[in-house]
């Protein structure tokens, strides 16, 4: 895959309960199915293949391989990616593409599936992104903010609930290992208990 030193994320995440309807432009989410082939320690080998030419509700019956199957012709783009453990807002990750036949015979033969809509917004001066997970993780609604550098001074939308950046549960290759609807119930007791958290590491958080 040869060196690459841009090969790290940097980014804040955040539990959501509802995503706004005024962010959804109408326009169709970008539908994300992939599958992990390592998914321990916050280590990950994952195979993404992504579409804008099918929507679909994220559903809890929502079956990832049974909508590849019926929606493979239309997954154009196809990516590989590894990962390592996130740190303080910042994890190792470096993807590629791959031919997005190649990557729906593989996530056909095995691995861990998720499904997803991603809505991209720009909110003050960052670019989120919204995850509405479907399947064995709905009704989970992740918004992320990403940057090239660390994400300090950030300004979080109200519908954020509460920071789960650096949560491996909340992960995706965490999810793709321990769906949500395994452990929403014990989140939500710890949720009540606890109040919203939002990390104070990264400088001052302004609340929009």
């Known amino acids: 895959m040869g060196d690459n030193l841009n090969d ?3 980014e804040r995440r955040f539990f959501c309960r509802h995503m ?5 432009d ?14 321990d320690g916050n280590y990950a080998l994952r195979v993404r ?3 804008r030419a099918a929507r679909l509700d994220m559903t809890p019956d929502l079956d990832p391989i049974a909508v590849l199957r019926e929606y493979r012709d239309v997954f154009r783009e196809a990516y590989v990616t590894v990962k390592g ?8 990750e470096a ?16 691995g861990a599936p998720i499904i997803k809509n991603r809505y991209s917004v720009w909110l003050d001066e960052d670019g989120w992104s919204i995850d509405v997970f479907g399947g064995a993780n709905a009704p989970l609604i992740v918004a992320e903010a990403e940057r090239s550098g660390p994400v300090t001074n950030l300004s979080i939308p109200k519908f954020c609930v509460t920071e789960i950046t650096d949560q491996v549960r909340f992960s ?10 395994e452990w929403q119930d014990d989140f939500e007791r710890e949720l009540a ?10 400088g001052k958080n302004r609340m929009i």
């Open 49 to 51: 293949l992504m579409t």
């Open 172 to 181: 995706n290759d965490g999810l793709a290992g321990r769906p949500f609807r």
């Open 85 to 92: 453990p996130s740190v303080g807002g910042t994890r190792y």
């Open 95 to 110: 993807e590629r593409e791959i031919d997005s036949r190649i990557a729906a015979e593989l996530m056909m033969r095995g």
């Open 20 to 24: 706004p309807a005024e962010l959804d």
């Open 193 to 202: 208990a606890n109040g919203p958290q939002f990390q104070q590491l990264f």
């Open 26 to 39: 109408g326009d169709a989410p970008t539908l994300i199915v992939q599958s992990y082939y390592v998914h």
């Open 8 to 10: 790290f994320e940097f």
